[in-house]
């Protein structure tokens, strides 16, 4: 049974970058054909996909955050990682990682870590 | 706004059933066989219920199930039970070559 644990700081000042780390347990993050990604969720609000990183290190990314998201991984640490640059409070949010089947479907989740975008 | 178009709440009493659509478009839902439905308890993760339209996870009761027709997807949970009452939310691969996923706004889920 795959376990995902989230970890980075809660509170994040506006216009830097955030930075959270997934660490991945009892299973490979190299397993084929399982992709691993970042999803959040707003305060009161509805999930918001992030995007995933796939074998090889192909990425792919929500449109409306390309242009500052950066998902990778660590192997040698069997580790997943999301940086977000530019943060506003708009980025406050419970982000949550997870093991894809590399369909779209998130199979397998953390259990989310509270990010406050703040002065 | 969300991509994907569910409605905001839905309600049953105890043993009926409830259907929650999702409804996107023939770039995402009506594309191919990769919607899934999330469960989620306040407070708590997402949990996986339906993927590639209509299959259920292992431990998922098979109340739940799921359907398709065009450009819109169904989650129908049958004899409702309490531990039901949760949002739900529908996701839908929108691009196979660029992997982006859109989802639904979500749905409130609950048992009279």
């Known amino acids: 049974q795959v376990q995902l644990q989230e970890s980075g700081p809660g509170l994040v000042r506006p216009s830097e970058t955030l930075s959270l780390t997934c660490a991945v347990s009892?299973?490979?993050?190299?397993?084929?054909?399982?992709?691993w990604g970042w999803i959040r969720q707003p305060p009161g609000k509805g999930l918001d996909w992030i995007g995933t990183?796939?074998?090889?290190?192909?990425?792919f990314y929500n449109p409306s955050l390309k242009s500052r998201v950066t998902i990778f991984v660590d192997t040698s640490k069997n580790e997943l990682s999301l940086k977000l640059s530019s943060v506003t409070a708009a980025d406050t949010a419970v982000y949550y990682c997870?093991?894809?089947?590399?369909?779209?479907?998130?199979?397998?989740w953390g259990q989310g870590t509270l990010v406050t975008v703040s002065s | 706004q969300s991509a994907l178009t569910q409605p905001r709440s839905v309600s049953g009493s105890p043993g009926q059933s409830v259907t929650i659509s999702c409804t996107g478009t023939i770039s995402d839902v009506g594309a191919g066989n990769y919607v899934s439905w999330y469960q989620q308890h306040p407070g708590r993760a997402p949990k996986l219920v339906i993927y590639d339209v209509t299959k259920r996870p292992s431990g998922v009761p098979d109340r739940f199930s799921g359907s398709k027709s065009g450009n819109t997807a169904s989650l129908t949970i049958s004899g409702l039970q309490a531990e039901d009452e949760a949002d739900y939310y529908c996701w839908s691969l929108a691009d196979v070559a660029d992997g982006y996923v859109t989802v639904g706004g979500g749905t409130k889920v609950t048992v009279l």
């Open positions: 997870v093991r894809d089947r590399g369909n779209g479907c998130a199979d397998s």
């Open positions: 009892d299973f490979s993050i190299t397993t084929a054909d399982y992709f």
């Open positions: 990183i796939a074998q090889f290190g192909r990425t």
